[in-house]
């Protein structure tokens, strides 16, 4: 079983920065597929950036340029390090590995940006 904690979520001025970290319980973080997830009141789940094993990135049209992902595998911790940040990132952030074929979620982080 692979437990994930978020943290790094709060309230923030339009136009600041926050980062996120998702620790995980289990080395085998190393070799899995990690997004984040956001889902605001009353929308569906929606994923916001994504990294491989071996680092690749994607993100969704409406952060690129404002929100990185990276990895450390070292600290089985992936961060959401997001800039420039609107009130429309208004959100519960998870995060979700997939490890060998098996997804695993972690609680969620309130990002809350006041205009």
């Known amino acids: 079983q692979v437990q994930l904690v978020e943290s790094g979520g709060g309230l923030v001025q339009a136009g600041g920065s926050l980062r996120l970290s998702c620790v995980a319980s289990?080395?085998?973080?190393?070799?899995?597929?990690v997004n984040w997830y956001r889902q605001a009141p009353g929308k569906q789940r929606e994923s916001v950036a994504a990294?491989?094993?071996?680092?690749?990135?994607g993100y969704a049209d409406s952060v690129k340029g404002r929100f990185t992902i990276s990895r450390d595998n070292a600290k089985n911790t992936v961060y959401l390090q997001m800039n420039s940040l609107k009130p429309e990132d208004t959100a519960v952030y998870y995060c979700?590995?997939?490890?060998?074929?098996?997804?695993?979620w972690g609680q969620g982080t309130q990002v809350t940006v006041s205009s």
């Open positions: 289990a080395r085998l973080f190393s070799i899995a597929s």
């Open positions: 979700n590995a997939r490890i060998i074929g098996t997804d695993y």
């Open positions: 990294i491989t094993s071996g680092h690749s990135t």
